[in-house]
């Protein structure tokens, strides 16, 4: 028997008797890998779930605790999922024509876990800007956000964007490693506690696999070279999965990212952009659009240097991003919950689903 709290797992509800928990380990398009006390096995949604789902952040996602049908002879079946406690999001931009997206749907990444470690290499591909976006993101997802800067071995002296990072997100941890050589690992046990989970998140290329496969011991993941013009790299993660360290810490490894479209971020801009918005207080007009009105607080703080462009600029483009999709994804909300509705009256006409 497996003993699931070593997953996580907080009893918090009664289970039916023909229901077992568990964790999801692994998703690879619609078979899942899940966690029991009776070991690993592979499941599939019970059908009711494609009646009750809204969206497609209703279906489970790597990390997520669940109850199951339990079957030893076959595949199992999920019947229900448990409440998040923490869920990393980004901007699906389903439809994508001639640069207007015509849908934006939410994409669950991963959730259940305590820290998110926002990986970026040392490299010609560095950018603040990037980190910055994952920043907002995690914030918004409810867990502790760590940058962790791998390829140290590859830069002689790395003080100057480990100071970059640090001025741009004074409260955030900042560590740069090498997979390689073992440097910096080590201050990485602070967080890989038993019981606890980590996802890994960051571009192709820039190291997660070889940083899991370092702190497995072990070659969990294949490692593929970068392109020496760009620094990027091709995707060596596939899709989502949780390993186990020996620490006794999970890890939820995921694939690379092109670009990070920001979901309903709106609370991680504000807990990353407080010193800006706490500007807005002091402008002599309430709706004052920070642009010429006299008496504006943050034109002043631009003129005497108390507030960086850079930082300015970055919240006004996050804060636009965020709006647009919102915007979007509200009509497609409201217009699957309304045939939601016409079918839940279907299912009361004619005496509920049947048996699946």
């Known amino acids: 028997m497996i003993d699931l709290t070593q997953y996580g797992y907080i009893e918090a509800e009664t289970v039916t008797v023909d229901l077992i928990p568990g964790r999801v380990t692994e998703l690879q398009r619609d078979q899942y890998t899940v966690i029991t006390e009776q070991g690993e096995v592979t499941a599939v949604l019970?059908?009711?779930?494609?009646?009750?789902?809204?969206?497609?952040?209703?279906?489970?996602?790597?990390?997520?605790?669940?109850?199951?049908?339990?079957?030893?002879?076959?595949?199992?079946?999920?019947?229900?999922?448990?409440?998040?406690?923490?869920?990393?999001?980004?901007?699906?931009?389903?439809?994508?024509?001639?640069?207007?997206?015509?849908?934006?749907?939410?994409?669950?990444?991963a959730t259940n876990f305590d820290y998110v470690f926002i990986v970026s290499s040392l490299n010609w591909d560095f950018k603040v800007s990037r980190i910055m976006r994952y920043l907002t993101q995690t914030r918004q997802s409810g867990a502790q956000p760590v940058v962790i800067l791998t390829k140290a071995d590859l830069s002689p002296d790395f003080s100057a964007p480990i100071a970059e990072v640090q001025k741009a997100a004074p409260n955030v941890p900042v560590h740069a490693v090498s997979s390689h050589t073992g440097s910096g690992l080590e201050e990485l046990s602070e967080y890989l506690q038993p019981g606890k989970t980590v996802v890994f998140l960051g571009m192709s290329g820039v190291g997660k696999s070889s940083l899991l496969n370092a702190l497995m011991n072990q070659e969990v993941m294949t490692v593929k070279d970068i392109r020496e013009d760009d620094s990027r790299g091709r995707h060596t993660t596939t899709h989502r999965q949780l390993f186990m360290l020996p620490s006794g810490a999970m890890v939820i490894d995921t694939p690379g990212m092109r670009e990070l479209g920001l979901f309903g971020a709106d609370d991680g801009i504000s807990a990353g952009y407080y010193d800006v918005e706490e500007l807005f207080t002091q402008c002599r007009f309430k709706d004052c659009r920070h642009q010429t009105e006299p008496g504006c607080a943050v034109l002043a703080a631009l003129t005497n240097g108390s507030l960086a462009q850079d930082h300015w600029e970055r919240y006004l483009i996050q804060k636009q991003e965020t709006k647009f999709a919102d915007d979007k994804t509200g009509y497609l909300r409201d217009k699957r919950a309304w045939q939601k509705s016409i079918a839940m009256q279907h299912k009361r006409k004619n005496g509920g689903y049947k048996n699946e």
């Open 46 to 109: 019970k059908g009711a779930f494609y009646h009750a789902a809204l969206t497609r952040e209703d279906f489970p996602c790597v990390g997520d605790f669940v109850f199951l049908q339990y079957n030893d002879n076959g595949a199992s079946r999920i019947a229900k999922l448990l409440p998040r406690r923490s869920k990393f999001s980004r901007a699906d931009y389903s439809g994508h024509t001639a640069g207007y997206a015509k849908t934006i749907l939410e994409q669950v990444v």
